[in-house]
């Protein structure tokens, strides 16, 4: 089974900056769509952004469309999640997990699988 271990986060200012990592360990991520999700406190997780298996396709929920870029190196067997212009509403806790494809990481999160760790980011002054 996939396992993928995320590194980054912490705690930013509103307008900071944040870099996710997501790296896959003993497999390669090169068949993998990777979505990134996120659960705040009291609230269902929900679909951040999702990249194709090539890297080809990429999607981004609404919330993070402009702020938000997710990349992969399949070199490096990873992917990222650059976060600019934070805000306080994006403070949750961010998980990567791995599926064939992404139609499912905005309506069906479970559908993924290999779930990292989880990594928080706090938004805050």
């Known amino acids: 089974q996939l396992q993928l271990v995320q590194s980054g986060g912490g705690l930013v200012q509103p307008g900071g900056s944040l870099r996710l990592s997501c790296a896959a360990s003993?497999?390669?991520?090169?068949?993998?769509?990777i979505g990134w999700f996120r659960q705040a406190p009291g609230k269902e997780r929900e679909g951040v952004s999702c990249?194709?298996?090539?890297?080809?396709?990429?999607n981004y929920a609404d919330s993070v469309k402009g702020r938000f870029t997710i990349s992969r190196d399949n070199a490096k067997n990873t992917v990222y999640l650059q976060m600019n212009s934070l805000k306080p509403e994006d403070t949750a806790v961010y998980y990567c997990?791995?599926?064939?494809?992404?139609?499912?990481?905005?309506?069906?999160?479970?559908?993924?699988?290999?779930w990292g760790q989880g990594t928080q980011v706090i938004v805050s002054s």
């Open positions: 997990a791995g599926n064939s494809d992404c139609s499912g990481y905005m309506g069906a999160p479970f559908s993924f699988g290999s």
């Open positions: 990249i194709s298996s090539s890297g080809g396709s990429t």
């Open positions: 003993g497999f390669t991520l090169d068949y993998s769509a």
